[in-house]
């Protein structure tokens, strides 16, 4: 039998990720995983009470994440019918792709996070590329680059470089793409674990009814596992993404275990704590060894330009135990970039050690 599959389908290429199963270590669970960029505190304790009672997973979850989504609307002081609650954000960018940006021109500041290109190209965009390492630095040309009625990814902090956009800029991208009549796709995803103050825009979701903001309960609450994120937008927008999305997209424990995390208002707090203080010694430790440069980051991950190919400080890496994020899948960089997570200071050591051994 002949299958008749688009294009884009066959065409698509799966966007490369860090993680203990990436690149076929899944036979190594005993890694120290430097790849992923998940809160270095894991997860608040409380989330623990949820799998003390577990007779819930015989009964299908609320299709429409209505409990998570009440605690949502008091956590960021956003309508209850202008949150989307996905299977991980990707399910999210993936979903926003299909329903708003078939054959749309779609603008993507690089290097930045590979899902925004990998789902918009599944669905027939266009995708245009604008080259910077720091976009703060390059605003006028980037609103300049925003074309009529087109839709632009924007990842604040910026994965893997790090760089915050600050609110007096994002504003006016924002204004810019308004005046164009294109959709803003803001992912904020990392904007909880910037230590340096509170650079969302989410109180503007009113303001900008074409500005769609994405945020993850993965990175900031450290549930990488369960696969839960959320979206806000205008209730149009959500009201479509609701129609698309599959039946039971989230899991009940997933749902139970968000609202345990949002309960912790802590957690968020020792976490910035750490982040601010290890990125430091981070970033001092492994600027003084030679052939490494560290890129100032505003969030929980740092990048770093090495004289020595990436690859290859990965294999190396791996004798002891130590994964990072080889950078060459990110379209922009080349093979001599690195990004390291912010841990522990005990497991920041062990890295520090190995990247000094030659």
């Known amino acids: 039998m002949r299958l008749r599959v688009e294009k884009t389908i066959t065409n698509h290429k799966v ?158 991208i924002l204004e810019s793409a308004h005046k164009k009549s294109a959709m803003v796709f803001l992912d904020e995803c990392f904007i909880e ?50 129609k698309i999305k599959i039946p039971w997209n989230v899991s009940g424990i997933a749902q139970q275990s968000s609202i345990s995390a949002l309960s912790d208002k802590s957690h968020l707090s020792k976490t910035l704590n750490v982040i601010k203080k290890e990125s430091k010694f981070l970033t001092n430790s492994i600027s003084k060894i030679k052939g490494f440069t560290c890129y100032n980051s505003d969030t929980n991950f740092i990048l770093i330009k090495s004289k020595i190919k990436s690859r290859q400080i990965q294999n190396r890496l791996l004798h002891s135990n130590i994964l990072i994020r080889d950078c060459s899948t990110f379209r922009g960089l080349n093979d001599n970039y690195i990004r390291i997570a912010v841990r522990t200071h005990k497991e920041n050591l062990k890295l520090v050690e190995a990247l000094r051994k030659p």
């Open 15 to 172: 966007a490369a990720h860090g993680g203990i199963f990436s690149n076929g270590l899944e036979h190594n669970l005993k890694l120290l995983d430097f790849s992923s960029n998940v809160n270095p505190l894991g997860f608040p304790s409380k989330v623990r009470n949820v799998f003390k009672n577990i007779s819930h997973v015989s009964i299908y979850p609320d299709p429409n994440s209505n409990e998570l989504r009440t605690h949502l609307q008091k956590y960021t002081g956003i309508q209850k019918n202008q949150i989307i609650v996905g299977n991980g954000a990707t399910e999210i960018i993936y979903n926003y792709c299909a329903a708003f940006l078939r054959k749309q021109k779609v603008l993507i500041p690089i290097p930045t996070f590979s899902e925004y290109e990998s789902a918009a190209k599944l669905n027939g965009a266009m995708v245009y590329f604008f080259k910077t390492m720091n976009l703060n630095q390059n605003l006028s040309e980037f609103q300049d680059a925003i074309s009529m009625k087109n839709c632009v990814f924007l990842c604040n902090p910026n994965n893997p470089t790090g760089v915050l956009i600050k609110k007096k800029n994002m504003l006016k």
């Open 193 to 242: 674990l910037v230590p340096s103050g509170n650079e969302s825009v989410v109180s503007y979701l009113k303001e900008f009814d074409n500005l769609f903001i994405l945020r993850s309960l993965t990175k900031s609450f450290g549930l990488a596992g369960l696969r839960i994120g959320y979206g806000l937008g205008n209730k149009r927008m959500i009201e479509i993404l609701q």
